[in-house]
Each structure stands twice: as structure tokens, then as C-alpha cells.
Nanobody, 123 residues
């Protein structure tokens, strides 16, 4: 099993940047694919980005391509989401997720979830 704790959320003006971190417990972090999802009030949880266990493969939602970058440091058991050129529509609770199965952009593709961190982008 793996436990996930997100950090780095906050309030930022449109056009600004934030970097989210997700720290994982356990000694097998490097065997998990990792992903970020987000959920805005009244909306379903949606895919943001994913990275393979080795870091060699990444995927992004069309809405964040070119603005967000997912990365991981297996030595630190941490996955990151660098968010640039933030927009008010990026406002949501951001969740980190992990799974050993196929790299996926589906909520159902991940077995382990963090508690989330709030990102608010003001216009």
C-alpha cells in the first residue's frame, strides 16, 4: 500500500504559478504510476496529468497541455505538478493518485488517493 499527502496549494492570481507536491509513504513508490486529478465545486473529478513509474511517459489533459508539467523524484518518493499561466477555471481541489496497473487517465484507474489540496485562481 501507499499513502499520499499533497501540499503546495493556495491562492494565486491569474497568470501566476504554483507547484504542487505529493509525498508518498512506503518503499515501493518507484513501482507506481502517479497522476493528478482535480475537482471543482459541483463538477466531477477530472484527469489533469499522469506519469509512469519510471518518469519516461507522461500524459496531460488538453486543458492543461503547455501550462502544467508533471514530474517525479523516486529518491524522494515525491511527484510534482508545476502549474504555470494559471486561469480561474483551474480553481479546484487537486488530488494525487497512485496505481501499479496501466498508466491511465481515468479515476477508476487508480487505487490510492490523497486528501487533496485547494488551488484557487483569482481573476
Amino acid at each position: 500500500q501507499v499513502q499520499l499527502v499533497e501540499s503546495g496549494g493556495g491562492l494565486v492570481q491569474a497568470g501566476g504559478s504554483l507547484r504542487l507536491s505529493c509525498a508518498a509513504s512506503g518503499r515501493t513508490f518507484s513501482s507506481y504510476h502517479m497522476a493528478w486529478f482535480r475537482q471543482a465545486p459541483g463538477k466531477e473529478r477530472e484527469f489533469v496529468a499522469a506519469i509512469s513509474w519510471s518518469g519516461s511517459n507522461t500524459r496531460y489533459a488538453d486543458s492543461v497541455k503547455g501550462r502544467f508539467t508533471i514530474s517525479r523524484d523516486n529518491a524522494k518518493n515525491t511527484v510534482y505538478l508545476q502549474m504555470n499561466s494559471l486561469k480561474p477555471e483551474d480553481t479546484a481541489v487537486y488530488y494525487c493518485a497512485a496505481d501499479k496497473g496501466l498508466l491511465s487517465n481515468r479515476v477508476t484507474g487508480y487505487s490510492y488517493w490523497g486528501q487533496g489540496t485547494q488551488v484557487t485562481v483569482s481573476s
